[in-house]
């Protein structure tokens, strides 16, 4: 039924729930797991003004945080997921658009996401990324809560 199956995680517990879920469903589908990790940075004080002029933005972030978080993520996931033998990706940007990107450019046949609760505010003004997942994939997308 399902031959790639794409798991996001920002290391979240609901992202380690959906990391559980994804890595049960490529056992039992004997199916390859791509485990997926986005760090996006306008959500660690980007100026996007500096970013269109080009210019070095200058991040709160000593050099290799991203990385060792990344790296992070990935152990934890990996540990959620049951230890199933993945690959890890690791991409920048906006989160749905590098879902639904590298879910096409792998032909992933399922994405699994955990949700998150924003707030009722908050998600009216920004939307979730599960939420912008389901409306852009092309493919189905499994939202773990």
């Known amino acids: 039924m399902f ?3 794409l798991v996001c995680s ?3 517990e609901q992202a380690l729930k959906a990391a559980y879920m ?3 469903l490529a056992r039992t589908y004997h199916a390859n797991l791509t485990l997926l990790t986005v760090f996006n ?3 660690v004080g980007y100026s996007a003004s500096i970013l269109n002029a080009g210019e ?5 972030l000593q050099p290799g945080y991203v990385e060792e978080m990344e790296a992070e993520i990935e152990r934890r996931t990996r540990d959620a997921a049951g230890k199933i033998e993945c690959r890890c990706l690791r991409e920048m940007g906006h989160p749905v658009d590098q879902i639904v990107n590298v879910a096409l450019r792998n032909h992933v046949d399922l994405i ?3 949700s998150r609760g924003l707030g009722r505010f908050k998600s009216q ?5 599960s939420e912008g997942v389901v409306h852009h994939a092309h493919c189905p997308v499994l939202i773990v809560r």
Request: proline residues 12%; charged residues 10%.
């Open 3 to 5: 031959h790639h199956i």
């Open 10 to 12: 920002d290391g979240s």
């Open 22 to 24: 994804a890595g049960e």
């Open 41 to 43: 940075p306008w959500a």
């Open 56 to 60: 070095p933005a200058d991040l709160p």
């Open 112 to 114: 699994v996401v955990g």
């Open 125 to 129: 003004l920004l939307g979730s990324v």
